[in-house]
């Protein structure tokens, strides 16, 4: 009797995973053919005005020597009126020559004003909030100290804040080290997929664009109206997504608004910001899957696709389940779940094992960015997918520890690997 | 058979795989150019062909092509009787004005460094004028114009992709535009009897970018105004919306689905809409107008503000109806028109 209910709840949950996997597919197969063939959408960088927000620029530092003069040359050179801009760097707690450095360029640049931080409190939300309390712009950008911004970068975020509507705008990253190694290669042509297909496609559809946490930026009233960054979140970015829509601020998609930065060159390190980023991830989705189902300002598609957003962290930990589960099952002798038609269900679905889904995304996406080539690739993919499966897994499974013991998030900083002289 | 069947199921597996690893191997891969000192520019067509033309016809000698983005023979209008027809050089006017006879197709740009005027029926690829640039009856623009001074287009032209002037350009009736930028825009006008959009109008207030905001309405009217008569907050409904006639809004409006705003109305901030606006007789907006759909405007409106630079952008088409001024600059995908 008790083996028979394992049996039957291995099965229910054989074909819940199916089912989940089939609904992933085609979101994503929408989304790639939403890019190819629907309708676009425009960003507003055609608009010409004099009537321009003023901006603070916040970009958190720790450590940052390496690399701090590219993001504040690039920025020096940005073509915003000075009257209308402020920089702040954020010194969080750096051990090394980030202060020194920064105050160097505050003499220089009356509108560089650093704020340094030797506090406990460490970490990116921490930094921000503080930031947040002495910036005068009506309009924030947020940036990385590795990231170097094209001179009409700000003007082209900014100008989405012309529209009344929107809370948060979201540039597009491109890594400058794609071509490193394998990792990188595999990386950039991820994040492509990413960017050119997937966000493009929510923007057209005007579902849930998510706000990246860097190249992009937000209305400082919002944020500090709904109680600034949770410094409990290691996902602030996701987070600050899932409050604005919720409250019916729109975060909007600026594919041409595109800035370099750097990807993990090792296994290591990626690991490490995959498993972070997932851990990050599902604590918003604890947090904000009940507040997105009852929001009143998202539609019913906007509440589907952000409740599929929110979950996308924890599909692979249920997939590594379906798998264990699967060959449990076969060995069991109890594959026989369903006859007849129904074994298509499974067959597109175990198709689609893997999430074939970003391959249609990234193909689309390679093809508009004229790196077709780079197609040939998508094979390899398979070895990142398990390497991701497993690293999601483990950061979801950090999340869960992390809403029972209640566990203080640890702070920690994708390492950097160009140096200031290799420009 | 079942070896067989194992070595082929192993081999169509792996195969995708090696052979994405060789390509890894032996094709580098690309890194997406990012130009990092672009900026945008409306003029930019004729600023950088001037800027090319410039450097280049200091050293030009009489008989000679010049390399502009390839060798390019140049004919020196001042010079010129009888153009041939069509033209295939760079048609280069400096010391006099430029004043092509009509009925003639120009394949190549023009560089016009004084006033030109071009004749009824002509068909231009593209023209850079230093002064003043009248456009002709029923002339063909392929690429763009520009110019230094005034631009004047009368009735029934196609102004092709970009029409641009640091002054004012003037369209007459029954014009085709993609791109139109100007400090002042006056369409579906005459130069001499444009009109003269009231001082008063100018000292309309600018708006806060995010004032007071209120959600979801449908309608806009009296109602809604404090004691002043004016309607003192922004508009951001899913709704398609109407704002009734004669109103004042200080405030910005955003409307997820059509827009709809009766006559004399005026509107101190920006408008952006997810499908078409349909703005009224003398409407007033101080701010952008933006349209993920089409755009018409009545006549006698006026967007933006003397000496202030304001956008119309549309996804799809533009229309204006006589006697409109824009300040600033105007997009569309789809074609624009005026009446």
Same mark, same amino acid.
């Given at each position: 009797m008790g083996m028979g209910i394992t049996i039957m709840i291995m099965k229910v949950y054989m074909v819940v995973t199916v089912t989940i996997m089939l609904v992933y597919a085609i979101r994503h197969f929408i989304f790639a053919y939403n890019r190819m063939f629907g309708r676009q959408r425009l960003y507003y960088n055609d608009i010409y005005t004099d009537v321009m927000p003023s901006v603070s620029v916040l970009i958190p530092m720790h450590n940052e020597e390496q690399v701090l003069n590219f993001v504040l040359e690039s920025l020096i050179k940005c073509e915003y009126d000075k009257d209308l801009l402020e920089i702040i760097p954020i010194n969080d707690n750096s051990t090394d020559k980030t202060k020194e450095l920064l105050d160097e360029y505050h003499k220089k640049y009356s509108f560089i004003t650093p704020i340094h931080r030797d506090c406990e409190d460490r970490g990116k939300p921490a930094g921000l909030n503080d930031a947040l309390k002495i910036a005068k712009g009506d309009i924030i950008i947020v940036f990385d100290a590795d990231y170097r911004p094209a001179r009409d970068m700000l003007r082209h975020l900014a100008m989405a804040f012309q529209d009344p509507e929107v809370g948060a705008v979201m540039g597009r990253v491109i890594p400058f @080290?794609? @071509?490193?190694n394998l990792l990188t290669r595999l990386l950039n042509i991820e994040r492509s997929g990413g960017y050119q297909a997937d966000q493009q496609a929510r923007y057209n559809m005007k579902l849930i664009t998510q706000y990246g946490g860097t190249v992009g930026g937000f209305r400082k009233d919002i944020i500090l109206e709904t109680g600034g960054f949770n410094t409990a979140v290691l996902a602030e970015d996701t987070e600050l997504t899932f409050r604005f829509f919720i409250k019916g601020w729109k975060v909007v998609y600026a594919n041409s608004a595109e800035c370099y930065e750097e990807v993990p060159e090792t296994w290591e390190v990626r690991a490490r910001q995959i498993r972070r980023w997932s851990s990050g991830h599902n604590n918003v989705m604890f947090r904000y899957i009940i507040p997105t189902i009852k929001s009143k300002h998202l539609t019913f598609m906007q509440k589907i696709d952000g409740i599929m957003l929110l979950l996308i962290y924890a599909i692979p930990f249920i997939l590594l389940l379906g798998l264990i589960n699967s060959l449990g099952l076969f060995y069991l002798g109890e594959m026989n779940i369903m006859n007849g038609f129904w074994v298509i269900l499974f067959i597109g679905a175990y198709n689609s094992f893997g999430n074939f889904a970003p391959f249609y995304e990234i193909g689309v996406a390679l093809f508009m960015d004229g790196m077709k080539n780079d197609a040939r690739l998508l094979p390899l993919l398979t070895f990142n997918f398990y390497f991701y499966m497993w690293q999601i897994s483990r950061g979801f499974i950090d999340s869960i520890y992390d809403l029972i013991t209640k566990r203080k998030v640890k702070w920690a900083k994708t390492e950097r690997f160009v140096s200031s002289d290799n420009n | 058979m079942i070896i067989i069947i194992s070595i082929a199921f192993v081999v169509m597996l792996l195969f995708p795989i090696v052979g994405a690893y060789w390509f890894y191997k032996k094709v580098k891969g690309d890194i997406l150019y990012i130009n990092q000192d672009r900026i945008r520019d409306p003029r930019y067509f004729a600023v950088s062909f001037t800027k090319m033309m410039d450097k280049q016809f200091e050293s030009f000698e009489q008989g000679e092509s010049l390399h502009l983005s390839r060798e390019e023979k140049i004919l020196l209008a001042d010079e010129i009787i009888n153009y041939p027809n069509p033209c295939e050089a760079v048609v280069i006017a400096e010391k006099y004005d430029f004043n092509p006879p009509g009925k003639i197709e120009f394949n190549k740009e023009i560089y016009a460094m004084k006033n030109s005027k071009i004749m009824d029926h002509v068909q231009i690829r593209a023209i850079a004028c230093k002064k003043d640039l009248v456009i002709g009856s029923n002339v063909r623009i392929l690429r763009w114009a520009d110019a230094v001074g005034k631009l004047i287009a009368k009735d029934d032209c196609d102004l092709g992709i970009s029409t641009t002037s640091t002054k004012e350009i003037v369209i007459g009736n029954r014009c085709d535009f993609r791109r139109l930028y100007a400090p002042e825009i006056y369409l579906g006008q005459k130069e001499k009897t444009k009109i003269k959009v009231e001082d008063n109008l100018n000292k309309l207030n600018d708006f806060n970018l995010l004032g007071k905001i209120k959600y979801d309405l449908k309608y806009i009217d009296e109602s809604m105004a404090n004691n002043d008569g004016i309607i003192d907050f922004s508009i951001v409904s899913k709704y398609s919306l109407t704002v009734l006639e004669d109103l004042t809004i200080n405030g910005n409006i955003r409307s997820g689905k059509k827009l709809r705003i009766c006559d004399n109305v005026k509107i101190t901030g920006n408008v952006f809409v997810e499908d078409d606006i349909f703005i009224g007789r003398n409407v007033v907006i101080l701010g952008t107008v933006f349209s993920q759909g089409n755009i018409k405007v009545e006549e006698g409106s006026v967007i933006g503000k003397k000496n202030s630079i304001s956008s119309v952008i549309a996804r799809g088409t533009i229309t204006f109806e006589k006697n409109c001024v824009v300040y600033g600059y105007i997009s569309n995908e789809q074609g624009g028109q005026t009446y």
């Open positions: @080290n794609g @071509n490193k | -």
